[in-house]
């Protein structure tokens, strides 16, 4: 899978965990998931490379623990594994 393929999977992904998807122009540099009255909302800057917008979903996505117990693409899994952060 592409870059890109990958970071359409995670886009689904979030919005099966019922995480809103914007894409956004945030200077290059923003993105990220936040909760906004209630709703989690995952922004993707749009002026940011593939890379970045890939790099800013699987981190989102890696909080998310129910992932765990959910059978996913190599090329998904790994992208989110790689942002998992140990506590």
Do not use: W
Request: glycine residues 6%.
């Amino acid at each position: 899978m592409d870059t890109d393929e990958v970071l359409e999977t995670l886009c689904d992904l979030a919005q099966q965990l019922d995480v809103e998807v914007r894409r956004v122009p945030l200077g290059g540099e923003g993105g990220g998931l936040c909760n906004l009255r209630g709703r989690q909302i995952l922004f993707l800057d749009t002026l940011a490379s593939p890379t970045e917008q890939l790099a800013q979903a699987a981190a989102a996505l890696a909080r998310f623990e129910q992932l765990q117990a959910t059978y996913l693409l190599p090329a998904v899994r790994e992208a989110i594994d790689h942002y998992k952060t140990t506590p």
